[in-house]
């Protein structure tokens, strides 16, 4: 019975062994082979231990030569595993809640008495009869009961899961609360809200339009005889894959207004709101997964561009929403932002090519890319990067509804270009990988921290040069997985901070002032859900908003953090960020930060200059007393005055400043001191 | 709290269950530390206490060891009962009523819209999840992908021995990796809803009931093909292998069209995604492949 799995194993093993650990992405052509290593010597015996229980990690491949991985010295790398009672570590975070999935998001099926239940419980070795614990009802689900990305408005936290929506009171973050559990499956839940409005992405063909969790039934057992015959339909028109829109005016009762259909669904989504049109927003829909049948969506065409030129592939779709009369959204333009200027090809980009240091090598031309996986728009300055499968993309976004891509890059380390962020100033564009398709534990200590990375690219006149690589410094186990995954800028005024989830590798806090140098500045990590087999689990997303970090846990639920003091990042700089209220957060729809020209910010900046030793110690002290007084004496005349007197030679220093990032920071220093409030 | 859910599963364990070698080794372990006392007494009976629906098993040393603890957790819970009771009684025996007191405004809600323009209703708080019916085809899928990917397998496992060719060494490689990673997954599917992991096979040794060889998945290579392949050195296994492999993998994205062409079939989160992963991977591979073959033929002809 197990003659095909044993071959398989044995087969990959020599492979492996005879290969040295070369993978996908080198296959490329881009790195020389490395020479072939000696097998280690338990590794040659293991295969059929190995091969009797399907659950236990496959062991890493060696380091490819010339590549280096993760630090197997940091706290994180060994903590104990636990479902809600893993061992914790952290820097400069400070774990504040965890609000654990709600039962309605969780399998019901706890009957002992259920066959395949017991099966999988003795397969797993923990005998039979007893009624099936939490960590395993989340094995047999993992997936369809995943929590997904966030969003923000006021005090609500809207957490999105591939079985519907959850939404928090968030109004003191220490104390959040569940308020609504939205019932309407479909994955994977990608969640923008706008106003009274709330948008979520359905992909998978379960997704129904009116929210029931039956799905669409399966045939029936054939008879003997009629293996081959089909008896149901497998178009429907109940089914739903694409963006459905809902009124959440009363947010205990979220009403369906809208369900816009697209040929294949809706992996990711990005709401685009045109600073020109105060009537209509727009969605970006982008989809991944298979492109459904003409009989159950006229019009959707899955063949290659040769067959049929207006196949649903190479391109995305973007909704028109009329924001007072949502129930008429429809797609209004499907463009094909892939296309070869030159030829008119539609399928004009490949990832084939490379930046960095193997750009001189030949390399095959690879899979022409054929969708985004998401885009992020940054309005206030007319573009959107785009993480498009195999490359990553700029797009002029000045038109919203007609796109024009501007600028596209490769990387032969790049597995999956997955998602985008901007720095604040938008000179600089964050984008991951997520190599593995975030189900692989990818932060192992053999896993290259080239791959699975951050990629930082430089950002000038809609070029993009590549930068760094960032990966979460910390190796983790093999039973985590682990890849760079979503985050959002952290409003430290005169830096660059993304806060980051890396599934269960954390939330990684990350500096990218200088793009060449990225490094770590704050960190929270559990340890694996399971320590014998890996279960999904982590990090999806984590965002900072209005004060707070939240992140996203697929398994565990939600977690919610605030920043501390280090020597990395000083209270004045926390407290300069929380000077930052916004709205509404949707970070696929960046937003220009603003920090108002106060005296918290100043101190902020000082802090910042004193870091990099950009003025005289006496100085700075001259500069903090005169503040501290101004602030004591509540901003008197005198005061403000010596404050203001003091800001010409800050304005200097800055003329004269080493670093460009400090030259700023003295200038927004000097301009508070010209007129500053509390 | 710096301790496992699964080592207090693990402390339940019956020694005597028909568990794999390695699994069982590690839980005796486990159980063999928190029987000598090890654990402090105040983490075990919180974690018995999270746990005590699934510690009901009979018999062996941790039950001993359970029953001191749930006899120490008890003792704990009633001196507290009694505490409380003194001062507040209806907080400590009337959780049901004090539910009922609470399921006001500030209770969150289950709700399930309807299509759209439709109203939403509410559910009962007791709400938990569901999943539609899983489909055969589901579970044909994967066991059929299994096959497949072993036949991938196999051929990559021929290229040391039979070509010296830099990129499909390479290539090779990759497959080789990630084809035995996505086994992995399917077996795991497989296992952990209780379902074989390799197809039903009536007779056996790759032959139907009535004796004729079993049909090969969609893109296998034939017999004969594999054959040729082992017999092929250079630049003829070259071709082989990659006329052989786009041919596979073409198989795949029809198992895949096939799954997701099928009524009620990848509807569950974990095989959308899978089969939806396996088929952007072989297309790009494809690709790739069929560069190699156009930037080979020139050299053939010479």
Known sequence: MNRFPSLAFRAALAALILFSGVSRVHAQGSTPPPAAQQPAPDAAKTPDAEDSNPFAPSPAPPLPAGMTGSDVNDPRYKLTPGLYDAGETSMGLKHLQLLKKPDAFQLGTTDPDDPKVAKTVQQLGIGGGMKIPKSLQVVIAELAFSNSDLAFEGDHLFQGNFYGMNIYDISNPGHTALLTSMICPGGQGDVSVYKNLMFMSVEMPNGRLDCGTQGFPPEPPPAAGHEKERHLPAAQKDRFRGVRIFDISDIKNPKQVAAVQSCRGSHTHTLVVDPNDKDNVYIYISGTSFVRQAEELAGCSGETPDKDPNTALFRIDIIKVPVAAPQDAKIVSSPRIFIDPRTGAINGLNNGGSHGKDATKPVEKAEDTNQCHDITVYSAIGLAAGACSGNGILLDIKDPVHPKRVDAVNDPNYSYWHSASFSNDGSKVVFTDEWGGGLGARCRPNDPNHWGADAIFHLHDDKLTFASYYKLPAAQGDTENCVAHNGSLVPVPGRDIEVQAWYQGGVSVMDFTDPTHPFEIAYFDRGPIDPKMLVLGGEWSAYWYNGNIYGSEIARGLDVFELTPTQFLTQNEIDAAKTVRVPVLNVQDQQKLEWPANLTVAKAYLDQVERSQALPADRIAALRTAIHTAESSHMSKSKVAKLQSMAPSVEQSASSAKSPADAKRLQALADILKHPSA | ?302
Not at chain 2, 39 to 64: C, I, T
Not at chain 2, 156 to 165: E, G, K, Y
Not at chain 2, 184 to 191: D, H, V
Not at chain 2, 260 to 266: I, L
């Open chain 2, 1 to 302: 709290m710096k301790f496992s859910a699964r080592t207090c599963v693990a402390s339940a364990v019956a020694p005597g269950s028909p568990v794999s070698a390695k699994i069982r080794g590690d839980f005796a372990r486990v159980s063999r530390i928190s029987v000598s006392g090890i654990l402090p007494q105040p983490f075990s009976a919180k974690a018995l206490k999270m746990f005590n629906n699934v510690s009901q098993q009979p018999l062996d040393r941790s039950r001993e060891h359970q029953h001191k603890l749930r006899a120490v957790s008890g003792t704990a819970l009633l001196l507290c009962a009694m505490l409380i009771a003194a001062s507040v009684p209806v907080n400590v025996f009337g959780s049901p009523l004090r539910a009922a007191q609470t399921a006001s405004a500030s209770q969150p809600v289950v709700v399930q819209p309807g299509a759209p323009g439709k109203p939403s209703k509410t559910l009962p708080p007791s709400t938990t999840g569901t999943l539609p019916a899983r489909s055969q085809a589901d579970v044909d899928f994967m066991q059929g992908m299994i096959m497949h990917h072993s036949q991938a397998v196999e051929m990559t496992a021929l290229i040391p021995s039979h070509t010296d060719n830099k990129d499909i060494r390479l290539l090779g490689a990759k497959i080789s990796s990630s084809q035995s990673d996505e086994i992995k997954f399917m077996q795991r599917w497989l296992a952990a809803r209780g379902e074989s992991t390799s197809m039903a096979m009536p007779g056996m040794s790759g032959m139907d009931a009535s004796g004729k060889p079993m049909a090969l998945m969609p893109g296998m290579l034939t017999p004969e093909q594999m054959e040729a392949l082992r017999n092929a050195k250079g630049a003829e296994f070259d071709h082989l292998f990659l006329t052989g492999m786009i041919q596979h993998h073409n198989g795949a994205l029809i198992m895949v069209k096939d799954l997701f062409d099928t009524a009620g079939a990848g509807q569950e989160a974990d095989i959308f995604n899978f089969a939806t992963d396996a088929d952007n991977t072989q297309r790009a591979e494809i690709k790739i492949m069929q560069s190699m073959l156009e930037k080979k033929s020139p050299e053939e002809k010479r």
